[in-house]
């Protein structure tokens, strides 16, 4: 796979069509999904998620290889999607589309349930710091390690850690009925 990214970013340089395509194919929705994290509206994320890509395909020369290729784009969205947020509302954050708010086709119950855990958990993401969210966003709703997280906002591992670490004890005790104790 590494050769085969190689090849594509080797296109990209070169301003390649078919490159950009795959690009676009490949990493096209993890970056909406961020973006979506970060906009009011589907419209603005659609917006946010062009104005990404078109920051990606002018740095792309930058990118020197040391990382990812997957964590380089993760940094120039996540500092886009940081520029977007600074320039909203405070009210600007939502978190719709959360897996656990996704349409049920259980009981009507157990939907009932998922969507108020998914607004407890929206409430709940929503009172933490920034820097703490962020890492939540990264790590555990895009699957990013801690070095690509650390990569992708420019700060250690060991931060990272203490981020999460936080942010997780913060959101347990603000979830406390939905969380399971550990022995």
């Keep these: 796979m590494k050769s085969e ?41 659609d917006d946010l998620t062009q104005e990404i890509f078109v920051a990606l395909h002018a740095s792309l020369p930058k990118f020197r290889g040391d990382a990812a290729l997957a964590t380089f784009i993760y940094r120039v969205a996540m500092n886009h999607c940081l520029k977007h947020r600074a320039r909203q509302k405070p009210e600007a954050v939502s978190y719709d589309d959360l897996p656990l708010a996704a349409a049920d086709t259980d009981a009507p119950e157990r939907a009932v349930a998922r969507k108020e855990l998914a607004a407890t958990l929206e409430t709940a993401l929503g009172t933490l710091t920034e820097e703490h969210r962020q890492i939540v966003v990264l790590h555990e709703l895009h699957g990013l390690t801690y ?14 850690k203490s981020r999460l670490f936080h942010a997780f004890r913060k959101l347990r005790g603000q979830l406390e009925g939905y969380v399971h104790a550990s022995a």
Excluded: K, N, S
């Excluded at 990214?5 to 990209?12: D, K, N, P, S």
């Excluded at 390649?16 to 490949?26: G, N």
């Excluded at 070095?147 to 990272?160: K, L, N, S």
């Design 5 to 45: 990214e190689a090849r594509w970013i080797v296109g990209l340089r070169r301003g390649d069509t078919a490159a950009f395509a795959w690009l676009l194919d490949t990493f096209g929705g993890r970056v909406h999904g961020l973006a979506r994290r970060y906009a009011r509206c589907d419209a603005d994320a």
């Design 147 to 160: 070095a690509e997280c650390a990569t992708a906002i420019g700060v250690p591992v060991g931060t990272v």
